[in-house]
């Protein structure tokens, strides 16, 4: 048997919706389903969708921006629906699960693609979009609803090869 890559886990920092735009508030919980999470709009046409139903980020992305003097609001800065805490971007691919909480119970989403960092960020740095190239997060899709909370579980499972 394989070894699981050490950063295959993590934990979900934070949960934001908004009524649309930037940024997104933290809650401590919310409902998701494949029309995306409740209480969540977008206000351009080309977001949100079944393919685009959740938007993640990574903690540690945060962080490198901090030092590198970007000024963020706190979680929801970048418009994510979801920080995740712990689990390596880098290791993250378009046709991967996140299985978040309950195994078998639980959000189960795919990933479906990089998320293309937004113009509309460009008032927070004038490096923007740029600055976010390669740790802009990604989309997601739903194919297991249910609710999302504050330092729940993610797994990350690998599409199955080929």
Known sequence: ?????????????AVCVGPGGIPKQPVARADVSAAGIRGDAHRYSGH??????VCILFD??????EREGVRTQGPGTFGENL????????????GDRLRIGDAVDGVLLE???VREPCKTLRPL??????LM??????VCR?????????????????????
């Open 60 to 65: 540690r992305d945060y962080a490198d921006l």
């Open 111 to 113: 990933i479906h693609d």
């Open 83 to 94: 920080l995740i805490g712990g689990l390596d971007r880098e290791l993250v691919r378009p």
């Open 125 to 130: 740095d004038p490096r923007f979009p740029e």
């Open 1 to 13: 048997m394989g070894q699981e890559p050490a950063l295959s886990r993590g934990r979900i920092v």
């Open 48 to 53: 949100g969708g079944p393919n685009r139903a």
């Open 142 to 162: 739903v194919l297991r609803p249910g609710t999302l909370e504050v330092d729940q579980t993610v797994e990350l499972v690998p599409a199955p090869a080929g």
């Open 133 to 138: 190239l390669g740790r802009s997060g990604f």
